[in-house]
């Protein structure tokens, strides 16, 4: 059973950090760019950042820039994202996704079809 669990959401603080991880099982991710995307209530699902299959590529919205930091470890069949610097705004549940095709298209969200569950990130004092 073809399967994603994204992990290490939480309640944090504005400035703080948290490390969301992004595991597979029933498939290798070797072969798939992967991408992380996030939910607000109320706003539609927007592209965070993306990582090509050999993690030689990555790809972040302006809004994350210099702050997140996607990585992957195919041995373990995981990808990454390290957010640091957090704040109110980047609250929502967050999402990671397979692509397999273009990477120049990955941090668009209708290019995906199979999500995992999401973790929910909540940023405040």
């Known amino acids: 059973q073809l399967q994603l669990v994204e992990s290490g959401g939480g309640l944090v603080q504005p400035g703080g950090s948290l490390r969301l991880s992004c595991a597979a099982s029933?498939?290798?991710?070797?072969?798939?760019?992967i991408g992380w995307f996030r939910q607000a209530p109320g706003k539609e699902r927007e592209g965070v950042s993306c990582?090509?299959?050999?993690?030689?590529?990555?790809n972040y919205a302006d809004s994350v820039k210099g702050r997140f930091t996607i990585s992957r470890d195919n041995a373990k069949n995981t990808v990454y994202l390290q957010m640091n610097s957090l704040k109110p705004e980047d609250t929502a549940v967050y999402y990671c996704?397979?692509?397999?095709?273009?990477?120049?298209?990955?941090?668009?969200?209708?290019?995906?079809?199979?999500w995992g569950q999401g973790t929910q990130v909540t940023v405040s004092s």
């Open positions: 996704a397979p692509l397999r095709g273009l990477f120049s298209v990955c941090m668009q969200p209708n290019r995906y079809h199979y």
């Open positions: 029933g498939f290798t991710l070797d072969y798939y760019n």
């Open positions: 990582i090509s299959s050999s993690g030689g590529s990555t």
